[in-house]
């Protein structure tokens, strides 16, 4: 990306790196982590079906709509809406956007810290492998205490560092590289994933859908990692797409990415669960599966130790270049609507996730009994922004951008100023005014109970 002192904003160098940054963005602890455990919670099969279902039939649409409001207006989420409106009350959308970026980053800081924990502890050798009960208590003495806090605040210190390099230098050169090799090591650990003595059973659960499984909370928890998992609801996506060039096709790269983000979701179901079945581990565990099932997985490996620092650190870079993606929503937002430097806007944000991510951290540990409603701070972030916040504002800019966005603004955007023929548009607006909010209206009420 070019960032000139003038102020014009930064366009990315090329077709492959915007597709690059936007699976960077959409590619991190949302697959890794967070989708198997989600699935675990919610019965597998039952989960993946709905999860599918959304991201293809909810996911691609709002992602295009996402990227044709940004790009047409290469503005944050706020200018975005204002712009397009200017007399209407829909740039509020943008404080959902910011407030649930900011939670995301504080809950994800901490999982990410765990990798930073994981990968080190791999590389010194002080992590052992040997049996499952010494993998359990390994994991509570490193997330229970004060050394998450302090994997919090590195990692947090990291993601700033590259966001104070700009743009070109920190966020497109990391993706392009890491990105692809991230993807040929879970293909190389899902190859292995065969060799898993109930791998038949793991695959079984992830796979066969038992549709009596199918609950509200099912629905919810789907929809919810549908657009944690394609960075959608929070004007990510967007301000990503303002930064795109004009011969980026915008649908085309929804499809690339929704299609890359759920393969990886998917290679990471088939490395955990035939490993879950394996080890005797309880597929419902929660958010700490991944962490208790990958090293036993290592231990099966020749070399261990090596992989496993390999795959952390993968992990580890593949959770940046998403909270990267994150910070941009509220620092383009403080710069551009509040007139920030760069540099303060960055403080800023950094400032309150670091808040955040001590609750966060401390809620594995000391704060383990502060509950509201019930939920830790963890998943109370967690819960909110996911099954909340981000179909909310996925749902708001989906019936804004079929209803209210000039269509010939949105067809400019989708054929590049004409010069591709988009002819699926009208099953795009048709999808985006009524299938997308109407669906997501349904899980909610469904979910609270009234329907
Ligand atoms: N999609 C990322 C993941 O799967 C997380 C993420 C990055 C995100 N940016 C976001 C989630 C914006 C919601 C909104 O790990």
Not at 347 to 353: N, W
Not at 361 to 379: E, H, I, M, R, Y
Not at 435 to 445: M, N, S, V
Request: hydrophobic residues 50%; proline residues 4%.
């Amino acid at each position: 990306m070019n960032r000139q002192e003038n102020q014009e904003r930064a366009v990315f160098s090329s077709k492959f790196a915007a597709v690059a940054t936007t699976v960077g963005s959409a590619v991190g602890l949302g697959n890794i982590w967070r989708f198997p455990y989600e699935a675990g919670v919610h019965g597998g099969g039952a989960f993946l079906i709905c999860y599918i279902a959304f991201v293809f039939m909810i996911g691609v649409p709002v992602l295009c709509a996402e990227f044709a409001m940004g790009r047409a207006t290469r503005s944050n989420i706020f200018g975005a809406y204002r712009s397009l409106q200017p007399h209407q009350p829909w740039y509020l959308a943008g404080y959902i956007g910011i407030l649930a970026s900011l939670l995301i980053l504080s809950f994800y800081s901490v999982v990410a810290g765990w990798t930073i924990e994981y990968c080190l502890s791999s590389l010194t050798g002080s992590l052992d492998f040997s049996d499952r009960e010494v993998g359990h208590e390994q994991f509570m003495q490193l997330t229970t205490g004060w050394r998450p806090v302090m994997w919090t605040v590195i990692f947090l210190f990291c993601n700033f560092f590259i966001l104070i390099g700009g743009v070109t230098k920190g966020i497109e050169r990391a993706c392009n590289v890491l990105m692809p090799l991230l993807f040929i090591l879970l293909i190389a650990f899902c190859i292995n994933s065969f060799t898993m003595p109930k791998f038949k059973e793991g695959v079984e659960f992830l796979f066969k859908p038992d549709f009596s499984k199918i609950t509200p909370s099912v629905l919810l928890g789907a929809l919810g990692q549908a657009f944690f998992s394609l960075s959608l609801g929070l004007g990510c996506m967007m301000t990503y797409a303002s930064y795109f060039s004009n011969r980026t096709r915008l649908a085309r790269t929804a499809v690339s990415t929704v299609m890359l983000d759920s393969m990886v979701a998917i290679l990471s179901g088939v490395i955990i669960f035939p490993a879950v079945f394996s080890f005797g581990i309880s597929p419902e565990a929660g958010p700490t599966l991944v962490f208790e099932v990958l090293p036993f997985i290592f231990s099966q490996l020749p070399g261990g130790a090596a992989w496993s620092t390999l795959f952390f650190l993968l992990l580890f870079l593949a959770s940046l270049t998403s909270t990267v993606s994150m910070s941009e929503i509220s620092i383009t937002y403080f710069c551009e609507e509040k007139k920030m430097t760069r540099k303060k806007a960055l403080f800023l944000s950094s400032g309150i996730a670091l808040c955040g991510g001590l609750l966060c951290a401390l809620s594995f540990g000391p704060l383990s009994d502060v509950t509201v409603f019930g939920l830790t701070f963890f998943n109370l972030f967690d819960y909110f922004s996911s099954n909340i916040c981000l179909p909310l504002g996925g749902m708001i800019c989906s019936v804004f951008v079929a209803w209210f966005m000039k269509r010939n603004l949105l067809e400019q955007q989708l054929t590049n100023f004409g010069k591709y023929k988009f002819s699926i548009i009208y099953i795009l607006v048709f999808f985006l005014r009524y299938i997308c909010p109407t669906a997501i209206f349904l899980i909610f009420l469904n979910s609270i109970g009234i329907l």
